[in-house]
């Protein structure tokens, strides 16, 4: 017997729950029907194939219920409930889905198996989910989107599947302004109703491009008004290069143009400049 299920929250739960009746099946995972029947025709199996959560299924608490129990007190602040443990794991580079549900039915109905790390394969998954937590709100402090033809957009890259986290992020945070998120060839968009879309959009990465196909100078300007501002306001004696160093740490800063430029400073520091200079000239062109 295979157990195929989809790379979502309710592909798991309801991989869990069949392999805990039928322990000696096969699991077998994908992101969509068209990427399983690949899998199952180059498998060329003769087995009786359960397929599950390639079709909308509710009752996503009760499976919680039977599988895990009830969740005990939080060993951290920073833990999830396991429904979102299971979706933010799922998202890691390297998580294995297939494995991820053994870990879950080994957890034999106590959730607090996942949190507190008592197997290697635990305290990885663990990690996982930490890791993964970690890259989204990275992007949060350090990716900083521009307005582009009434468009607030940002370009980011990470190792994780975020992109569609950080945009629900980003869209709740400027409700008044449609929001896009582009990583790679894909893309999100949220608020969309105010661009004519549904509130919350999976597209092309073109087609985000093609609502802004020429971008204002004003932009430009204002960027380098406030690097002309916060130059000649930084005082070398104050300035704390292990604390910068920390709080714009070099992972985060290919997220986004400015916070380049913000590294770049943590690093070479800031050109000797006072706000004097710029009324010294201005005084002398008028003179």
């Known amino acids: 017997m295979i157990i195929a299920f989809k790379t979502n929250v309710d592909g798991v739960l309801l991989a869990c729950s069949t392999l ?10 994908a992101k969509d029907k068209h990427e399983l029947e690949q899998k199952l025709t180059f498998s060329e199996t003769k087995d009786e194939v ?12 009760k499976l919680v219920l039977e599988i895990l129990g009830k969740r005990p007190a939080k060993m951290s602040r920073t833990d999830t409930r396991p429904v979102q443990y299971i979706d933010i794991v799922l998202r890691h580079s390297k998580a294995n889905p297939a494995e991820l549900v053994r870990l879950i039915v080994s957890c034999n ?9 008592k197997s290697k394969l635990a305290r990885r998954y663990y990690n996982y989910m930490r890791d993964v937590t970690r890259a989204w709100q990275r992007m949060c402090m350090f ?63 073109a087609f985000v491009k093609s609502l802004h196909t020429s971008s204002s100078s004003n932009d430009d300007e204002v960027d380098k008004l406030w690097d002309v501002f916060y130059n ?48 010294k000239d201005r005084h002398e062109a008028s003179v």
Not at 20 to 29: T, V
Not at 109 to 117: D, K, Q, R
Request: glycine residues 8%; contains cysteine; positive net charge.
């Open 143 to 205: 990716a900083r989107p521009d307005i582009i033809n009434g468009v607030l957009t940002v370009d980011i890259d990470s190792p994780h599947d975020v992109a569609d986290i950080f945009c629900r992020w980003l869209a709740k945070k400027n409700p008044d302004l449609p929001v896009a998120v582009t990583f790679g060839n894909a893309a999100w968009v949220g608020n969309g109703e105010l661009v004519g879309l549904d509130h919350f959009t999976k597209t092309a990465a």
């Open 20 to 29: 805990k009746k039928h322990s000696d099946a096969e699991l077998m995972f």
């Open 232 to 279: 000649s306001q930084m005082i070398e004696t104050r300035r704390n290069r292990k604390l910068a160093s920390k709080m714009q740490p070099k992972s985060s800063a290919g997220m986004s143009k400015m916070a380049k430029a913000d590294r770049y400073k943590v690093e070479r520091g800031i050109s000797n400049c006072t706000l004097e200079m710029f009324t």
């Open 50 to 61: 359960v397929r599950l959560g390639f079709t909308p299924a509710g009752g996503t608490k």
């Open 109 to 117: 109905g106590s959730a607090e198996h996942l949190y507190t790390g």
